[in-house]
């Protein structure tokens, strides 16, 4: 039954509903009332009781036709403001089923209209938002098509242009030349081995091998491994020196994958001369990982930003990366009951990111 129909429908039951709980209330106490009248009239007896009597059933009747032609009046009355609310509820619930038709086509620009009913405004509001979410989505969606396509093309276009060099004869198949198309062929496979792992992590099936480990050793290790490329170029790396264990329960190699996507970020946003600080330590039952750089910060907008996938905020001349470097690292913090937050004191003031993990409870 539709909406309509049963909001009329409801206002006519409570007035039916009314009308014969009136009518049963008046007619059981209008007798007892009329009796008591005649009784103070002195028509208690003889010729006055029958007048009385007669009285008593022409009151009796008028009652009932006054209370069913009001019963009428009132269920009509019901049905009428019932129509008129139905509509007013009707209508506002139309215009935000027709916004959710158009996002159903993929029109994410038609905004369900705003009711003055608190309850409806909420719920077109949130229609309003959800439209604004889906587009944020539709809009990443195709951004991460054509950064694909162009994180595809380089690669492809070396080795294509050295493959059909080669056939021609052009290139000589030398050592150099062959080794360049293995290392396209690698930075495709290593962007394919990102997608995936990004795939895996935001559908939560990344297959963590867990077991107890320290924290700190696994962030220095994989500090360490990136001091070659902080080196060349000109940027200080800090790895503060060993301290108390941070036991925790978790998947070496994803954490340490972790450390590693953070640290390169730092990288490619730290400029010759700069300094990059890995430490660690431990805060209200959470292990913490945090990577402190002096590159080219972060607004307050990107605080969070950061985190979605192929989402880029600056870089030092020549540095690029895939961009979801930060998503699955997120994505393999949470998976352990962690997190990785950013922080920072602005654009040009460098910015903290900070990896956190439950303390294993050694007892």
């Known amino acids: 039954m539709r909406l309509t129909v049963r909001l009329v429908l409801s206002h006519v039951l409570v007035a039916v509903i009314g009308g014969i709980a009136t009518f049963a209330v008046v007619r059981w106490l209008a007798p007892a009332l009329f009796d008591q009248s005649i009784q103070h009239a002195g028509w208690a007896g003889g010729r ?5 009597q007669v009285l008593r059933d022409q009151f009796a009747a008028a009652v009932d036709q006054s209370l069913l032609i009001g019963a009428a009046v009132g269920v009509i009355a019901a049905a009428a ?18 916004a959710t038709r158009e996002l159903a086509r ?19 509001r949130d229609v309003n938002t959800l439209a604004d979410a889906l587009a944020q989505t539709e809009a990443r969606r195709v951004r991460l098509l054509g950064e ?38 690698r930075r495709l496979r290593r962007l394919s081995e990102d997608l995936s792992a990004l795939s895996r992590a935001e559908e939560g099936r990344l297959g963590l091998e867990r077991r107890p480990c320290d924290l700190g050793g696994i962030a220095r290790a994989a500090a360490e491994r990136l001091r070659p490329q902080a080196e060349d170029a000109g940027i200080g790396l800090d790895v ?13 190699d994803r954490i340490a994958q972790v450390v590693t996507n953070l640290v390169g970020n730092a990288l490619r946003a730290t400029p010759a001369g700069g300094r990059i600080t890995v430490a660690a330590g431990r805060d209200r039952g959470f292990a913490l990982v945090t990577v ?43 998976a352990h009951g962690g997190d990785v937050t950013a922080a920072s004191a602005g654009p040009g003031l460098g910015a903290r990111f900070t990896l956190a993990l439950p303390l294993r409870n050694q007892g």
């Open 148 to 185: 694909v396509a162009h994180e595809l093309r380089t690669p492809l276009t070396v080795i294509d242009g050295y493959v059909e060099g080669m056939i021609d004869g052009v290139l000589p198949t030398s050592t150099d030349n062959l080794g360049q198309i293995g290392e396209e062929t």
């Open 240 to 252: 503060a020196a060993a301290g108390e264990p941070l036991p925790v329960e978790a998947d070496p």
């Open 106 to 124: 993929g029109r994410y620009d038609v905004p369900a209209p705003v009711p003055h009913e608190p309850e409806l405004g909420d719920l077109a």
């Open 48 to 52: 006055g009781q029958g007048q009385g």
């Open 292 to 334: 402190s750089d002096t590159g080219v910060g972060l607004a307050p907008d990107d605080l969070e930003r950061v985190f979605e996938r192929f989402y880029r905020v600056g870089s030092r001349a020549g540095e690029s990366g895939s961009g979801i470097g930060l998503t699955i690292s997120r994505g393999i913090a949470r």
């Open 81 to 98: 403001f019932g129509v008129f609310a139905a509509y007013r509820v009707i209508k506002p619930l139309g215009a935000v089923r027709a």
